[in-house]
């Protein structure tokens, strides 16, 4: 089981990144396939066609949201920590990633950084 942290900052407010991450209209426009996904407590979502499908566990709106991700039979969760953390006029994204299976590591930690948060800093700074 391996974990995953990494940060970046984004040029948006905390609430415009909270809305990319929750919305589902927002999540397909950055991640280009349509999401199942409400800011509920207890609310079981699915993105990317059911590659990732989870549950959110807290959701602190335009502060954080804690998310267990499913990969079927693991021994202990795999638990998705995202903060938001206000900057000037910068939002800085903490994203922890525990209990990922050795068996899709390589492919979730890649995942993260190329279609999920730059695609979401993508998105959320074109404008």
């Known amino acids: 089981m391996g974990d995953f942290n990494y940060e970046l900052k984004i040029a948006a407010e905390p609430e415009e990144v ?3 991450l929750t919305n589902p209209f927002q999540i397909e426009l950055w991640s280009g396939y ?4 409400k800011a509920e ?3 079981v979502f699915s993105l990317w066609e059911g590659d990732i499908c989870g549950m959110n566990m807290e959701v602190v709106p335009n502060k954080k949201l804690v ?6 039979e693991n021994e ?4 998705v920590t995202i903060d ?15 209990n990922i299976p050795e068996e899709v590591e390589e492919e979730i930690t890649e ?3 190329k279609y999920y948060l730059d695609s979401l800093k ?5 404008y």
Request: no cysteine; hydrophobic share 40%; glycine share 6%.
């Open 18 to 20: 909270f809305a990319a």
């Open 34 to 37: 349509p999401a199942d996904m």
């Open 41 to 43: 407590r207890g609310y």
């Open 67 to 72: 998310q267990e991700w499913f990969f079927g």
């Open 76 to 79: 202990q969760p795999s638990i």
């Open 84 to 98: 938001l953390k206000k900057e000037k006029n910068l939002t800085r994204v903490e994203v922890n990633h525990t």
């Open 111 to 113: 995942g993260w950084k």
């Open 122 to 126: 993508d998105f959320l700074e074109m």
